[in-house]
């Protein structure tokens, strides 16, 4: 009986939480906000609690946030461009970030991670500005978004890999620096090639 009050206080709460938010959330907004409402110390047992700081759930987030941006482009690459070594390099953005973004899935499993299911708005204007453009424009736009992003996912690693408190989220972003470190290098030469 104890387990059916519960039940349906979180029902009515989660529908009264609902109604009063207005805003639209993106995914990893909702995601983020779910992993609060997880929060250990306070009603582990009506969210199974999460099993990391909340410093590092936001980690997790963004990384995935990233991962799915990266595999999304890197499909819309694959689509639209011609030449050769942007393919190539939009062929290892699949591979790689979606081998990345499993990993990170299965940590955030075992750790009871919210983790997003598509880009957040950001990211998803990124991909449907780009999905309009074609030819040289599209190469440009997208080389110049690689080049951006792979700075800012370095940097998250690198922080993730000094900061995170989670032993296994921080062998995650260790692990992860150097290919993304290896990426940028790979559109850096790109880069600069195209100018």
Do not use: W
């Amino acid at each position: 009986m104890k387990k059916l009050s519960y039940a349906i206080m979180i029902a009515i709460a989660a529908y009264a939480f609902q109604g009063c938010n207005n805003t639209k959330k993106d995914a990893k907004e909702s995601a983020d906000s779910l992993n609060k409402t997880k929060d250990t110390t306070t009603n582990a047992a009506a969210t199974g609690g999460i099993a990391v700081a909340p410093d590092d759930a936001k980690f997790a987030t963004d990384a995935a946030n990233g991962g799915l941006t990266e595999v999304t482009l890197g499909k819309l690459a694959q689509s639209k461009t011609s030449n050769a070594r942007i393919k190539s390099f939009a062929d290892m953005m699949v591979t790689d970030h979606s081998k990345a973004n499993d990993e990170l899935m299965g940590i955030a499993k075992a750790k009871n991670i919210t983790l997003p299911a598509a880009p957040d708005a950001d990211h998803q204007k990124k991909i449907d500005d780009l999905s309009k453009l074609s030819g040289k424009k599209f190469d440009k736009a997208y080389v110049d978004a690689m080049v951006d992003g792979h700075k800012k996912t370095l940097d998250l690693m690198n922080k993730g890999a000094k900061d995170c408190k989670d032993s296994e989220l921080k062998a995650f972003a260790a692990k992860t620096a150097p290919i993304v470190q290896m990426h940028l290098d790979a559109i850096n030469k790109i880069h600069d090639s195209m100018k």
